[in-house]
């Protein structure tokens, strides 16, 4: 089956570094992959989507300056927490498209920002 | 506004018994709805996908019905097994490329 990595599976940080996490699809090249946040006992949140060889698109309210997300191959994507503060502390969980209809997702990582 | 909706936080059944969850969404007309299982600190996984024009779909134990006039899924397990604890999730696809996920409803399936 489809498969999508993540890495790291956990992070933690101090307070104003940078963060990256990669998101690789292992076994399919991805168009399209997708960025999700998820705080304890609350739904997945879309990020952003983000499309090899062109900007990622965010959502209402995502600061693109501070998500800073690159696809620049088929098979990866990365996403970089720039400046971390506490309140980024959260579980980071990426998925790719497969075909029009599918997402498979990354394990997720968690960021834990001190 | 738009809203996903499920139908409680938390659900226990006993082992053996059929689990029903429900979806409900508000101002969205999806051409699909899915289904995912989630495990605490994991990603989801896909379960099911079941289209507009399609009124069932199973996967050995599992049974989804998809009413467009409700605006409702219903997701069963049958014969559920503890391992089947987990939180499951519905999501449509809107408009564009993105998908909408509901809260989720973490099942608890007691021996």
């Known amino acids: 089956g489809a498969v999508v990595s993540q890495h790291p599976s956990w992070v933690i940080c101090k307070s104003g570094t940078s963060v990256k996490i990669e998101c690789r699809s292992l076994d399919f090249q991805a168009t399209t992959m997708f960025w999700y946040r998820q705080f304890p006992k609350q739904s997945l949140m879309l990020m952003a989507t983000s499309n090899e060889g062109s900007k990622a698109t965010y959502e209402q309210g995502v600061e693109k300056d501070k998500f800073l997300i690159n696809h620049a191959s088929l098979t990866l994507s990365t996403l970089t927490v720039t400046s971390a503060h506490p309140e980024d502390s959260s579980f980071y969980i990426c998925?790719?498209?497969?075909?029009?209809?599918?997402?498979?997702f990354g394990p997720g990582t968690r960021l834990l920002v001190l | 506004s738009q809203k996903i909706e499920q139908n409680s936080e938390a659900l226990n059944i006993q082992e053996g018994k059929t689990a029903t969850l429900t979806c409900n969404y508000t101002n969205y007309s999806p051409a699909y709805l899915q289904w995912y299982r989630q495990d605490p600190g994991r990603g989801p996984v896909f379960l099911l996908l079941i289209r507009e024009n399609e009124k069932e779909k199973r996967k050995e134990r599992l049974k989804v019905t998809f009413d467009t006039t409700l605006k409702q899924s219903l997701f069963h397990i049958t014969a559920s097994q503890p391992a089947d604890s987990a939180t499951y999730l519905c999501a449509l696809r809107t408009g564009g490329q993105n998908f909408v996920f509901g809260p989720g409803t973490r099942l608890s399936v007691l021996p």
């Open positions: 998925s790719a498209r497969l075909g029009a209809e599918t997402q498979y």
